[in-house]
Nanobody
């Protein structure tokens, strides 16, 4: 139901844009979130966006990441800038809180 894409290998200071395609009316009816899980760490919620478009971020990504949504295309985006090594993780999208099955995620690797 959720397919994240857009990850890759990027140098520190670089940018990436992640996309998450959802089926049906999932996006239009729910707050959505981008999560990440670094090796050896628990999955954490990094950004959320309500159905009305209000966004929140954890402190470590505030000012660098931007979450947005296109309900007509059933897609959520995460624009990431000024990436650093601590952003290296597998990134997932889900509802916020996450109640749908987790997809495969997309790997983001930031090289220093």
């Amino acid at each position: 139901q959720l397919q994240a894409s857009g990850g890759g290998l990027v140098q520190a200071g670089g940018s990436l844009r992640l996309s998450c395609a959802a089926s049906g009316a999932i996006l239009s009816r729910n707050a959505m979130g981008w999560y990440r899980q670094a090796p050896g760490k628990k999955r954490e919620l990094v950004a959320t966006i309500t159905s009305g478009g209000s966004a929140t971020y954890i402190g470590s990504v505030k000012g660098r990441f931007t979450i947005s949504r296109d309900n007509a295309k059933n897609t959520v985006f995460l624009q990431m800038a000024s990436l650093n090594a601590e952003d290296t993780a597998v990134y997932y999208c889900n509802t916020a809180p996450g109640f749908l099955p987790w997809g495969q995620g997309t790997q983001v690797t930031v090289s220093s």
